[in-house]
């Protein structure tokens, strides 16, 4: 069974540009999540959707961040306009759906976001 | 290739008490270890970072080591409380890459 994928692995770009950021979750996982680090700071969370729909979207840094999840399978994170201070390694997990909840989320490898 | 292991997978104590978790890495080429706590259903909290220069982090009534040597950390608990009951994760990070533990599940009984 394929993991949690994330692409590009690697993104640089110029302050002013925008990027946008995929996340395949594994297949049938409902929650799905995106953390970033900001260098040499910790992992924090972003948002959180169930299905296409977002649970929580408290540690989503500013307006120029948009998440999306239509239909519920992957998810985009777009940045526009990018600022130097949005480099950084963007996480993105998933995990299923159940009634009791707390399922390990199943992290990517990660997108590296350089913005010069 | 680093793995990350985290022991016990599961722990049941009464509230007050004292506890320990523990966190182990066969790499010990690290740049930080991140302890992160989970709720049902939640994204991951982080808790404490340790950078590999550091021995130790404090916050409130958590306290996390790092014995990069060893490969091992552990994050201390004083007084638990039920608030306290989740799943907590580890995180090691090395060149380019985040690698994150197995979690112990935790419930701290009234």
Redesign the interface.
């Known amino acids: 069974e394929a993991g949690v994928t994330q692409f590009p692995s690697h993104s640089v770009i110029e302050k002013g540009q925008t990027v946008t950021l995929r996340c395949d979750p594994i297949s049938g996982h409902d ?1 799905l ?1 995106w ?1 970033r ?1 900001v260098m040499g ?8 959707f169930v299905k296409e729909s977002k ?2 979207e408290s ?1 989503m840094p500013n307006n120029r961040f948009l998440a999306e999840r239509t239909g519920g399978t992957y998810s985009t994170l777009k940045v526009q306009p990018a600022e130097l201070e949005d480099s950084g ?1 963007y ?1 993105c ?1 998933s995990s299923p ?1 159940g009634l ?3 399922y ?2 199943y ?1 990517g ?2 997108t ?1 976001l350089t913005v010069t | 290739k680093q793995e990350v292991t985290q022991i016990p997978a599961a722990l049941s104590v009464p509230e007050g008490e004292n506890l320990v978790l523990n966190c182990s890495f066969t790499d010990s080429a690290i740049y930080n270890l ?1 302890w ?1 706590r ?9 808790l404490l ?1 340790i950078q590999s220069s550091q021995r130790e982090q404090t916050s409130g009534r958590l306290n996390a080591s790092l014995d990069k040597s060893s490969g091992r950390s552990t994050l201390y608990i004083a007084a638990s409380q039920p608030g306290d009951s989740a ?1 907590y994760l580890c ?1 090691v ?1 090395g060149y ?3 690698t ?1 533990g197995t ?1 112990t ?1 935790l419930q701290v009984i009234p």
């Open positions: 929650n999540y953390y680090r700071k910790e992992i924090k969370f972003l948002l959180h649970q929580d540690g390694v996480f997990a759906l009791a909840g707390g390990e989320q992290f490898p990660g590296r | 991140q992160f989970q709720d049902p259903g939640k994204g991951l909290t982080s970072l799943t995180a990070e380019q890459k985040v994150f979690g599940k």
